[in-house]
């Protein structure tokens, strides 16, 4: 099963307030799961990623909570700001030189921060 | 250094044509993968090129085919267009297969009439 399950569809926010977005997978071989940033018009860029060998990763005010045996990830947005407002995709892969090693994206969350 | 480049940006096809959707690499990258992100949803992958040969294939019926150049550039073909093939094609490019960081262009839209 290569799918990647992401919930909520969409988010509202107030400024300052915690962003969270939910995904579930169900691959057990997918080991790379990285968030992808998509504001309007641009193609998505990647924001942070973690391997299910640590608990969770922290980049600024952007937090990945991994748990391995719930086969679940979640970002957390601290201290949302207006400039957050784009749409977030978690994904997974298995790692390079498989066959399937491509990057599986979830559906998409619309975060909308309210100033 | 220079991003992913992707033509044209936007274009409109009737059904039944064929499009050819061309993507530059990003400078020292030897892999891109192609993606179609149909309006409201994540990206669904299509293919994988890497050193010129495909490597991988998501579930997209053969009228999708591409190349990539030795020069790691690619082009994505479609033939005998459907309505529902209308979608942003998402062209992106790594090192040696990914898992790493994918770096996207700016996309295609495609409409298909």
């Known amino acids: 099963q290569q799918q990647v399950k992401q919930s909520p569809q969409s988010l509202i926010v107030q400024k300052g307030g915690i962003s969270i977005i939910n995904c579930a997978y169900e691959n057990t071989a997918f080991d790379y799961f990285p968030w992808y940033q998509q504001f309007p018009g641009k193609g998505p860029a990647l924001l942070i990623a973690i391997r299910p060998d640590v608990s969770e990763k922290k980049e600024g005010r952007f937090t990945i909570s991994f748990n391995k045996s719930a086969k679940q990830f979640s970002l957390h947005i601290m201290d949302s700001q207006p400039g957050d407002s784009a749409t977030y995709f978690c994904a997974a892969s298995t790692s390079p030189g498989n066959r399937d090693d491509k990057i599986i994206f979830g559906k998409g969350t619309r975060l909308h921060i309210l100033p | 250094e220079t991003g992913v480049t992707q033509s044209p940006t936007h274009l409109i096809k009737t059904r039944g044509q064929q499009v050819t959707l061309r993507c530059s690499s990003q400078s020292g990258h030897n892999t891109v993968s192609w993606y179609q992100q149909a309006l409201g949803q994540g990206p669904q992958f299509i293919f994988q090129?890497?050193?010129?040969?495909?490597?991988g294939r998501g579930n997209f019926p053969p009228r999708f085919s591409g190349l990539q150049f030795p020069n790691y550039s690619s082009e994505l073909n479609v033939n005998a267009l459907e309505l529902d093939d209308s979608a942003l094609y998402l062209c992106a490019s790594s090192w040696d297969r990914g898992q790493g960081e994918l770096f996207f262009g700016e996309g295609s839209r495609l409409t298909v009439l």
């Open positions: 090129y890497y050193r010129e040969e495909e490597n």
